[in-house]
């Protein structure tokens, strides 16, 4: 693994079990160093800033546009889950403070998603998200992608913010 320590396995696991799956973590990349551009604080968002463009925003509904390339692939080819979660969990909170007053801080409590579809390179999604419910301590957001070619939807999530005032000082 990355961080230098010792890989415990149970020794009811077979060798070959053992083998496959350190492979398998192997050729994904999962040991290797992360890029320094990204490695920064809250360095998903170069990642996204190319590829993901508001399209609509209104009270309670936002819409937006997100180009499937390079960057966001997984080893298959098609759109890693991470980049979907990570664009879910930016739309949604977009999407939440159109609604919100300014003096509230947003927490995230929980971020459900379901994946339904792989989603190709160079295809393009429509993400619309939508307040779901708003109240003094809660908002929900839902966020939809769907294909823009087909309208087929490919991932569901909804995402549970709790609303927090600032510290008065």
Excluded at 35 to 44: N, R, S, T, V
Excluded at 109 to 122: F, H, K, Q, R
Aim: charged share 20%; net charge positive; proline share 7%.
């Amino acid at each position: 693994m990355a961080t230098g320590a010792p890989v415990k396995v149970s020794p009811d696991v077979p060798r070959e079990r053992v083998d496959m799956i350190s492979g398998f973590f192997q050729k994904t990349g999962v040991s290797d160093p992360i890029p320094p551009a990204y490695a920064a604080p809250d360095g998903y968002s170069g990642l996204l800033c190319g590829s993901l463009r508001a399209g609509r925003v209104q009270r309670g509904k936002v819409s937006c546009l997100l180009s499937v390339g390079p960057p966001l692939l997984n080893t298959y080819g098609g759109l890693h889950g991470g980049a979907v979660a990570a664009v879910a969990e930016r739309v949604a909170v977009g999407c939440a403070r159109t609604v919100m007053r300014e003096d509230k801080e947003l927490f995230l409590g929980e971020l459900s998603i379901s994946y339904l579809s792989a989603v190709p390179s160079n295809s393009e999604l429509v993400i619309d998200a939508s307040v779901v419910r708003t109240g003094r301590n809660v908002t929900v957001v839902e966020v939809n992608f769907k294909l823009k070619e087909s309208e087929k939807l490919a991932f569901i999530a909804r995402a549970t913010f709790f609303n927090m005032p600032l510290a008065k000082m």
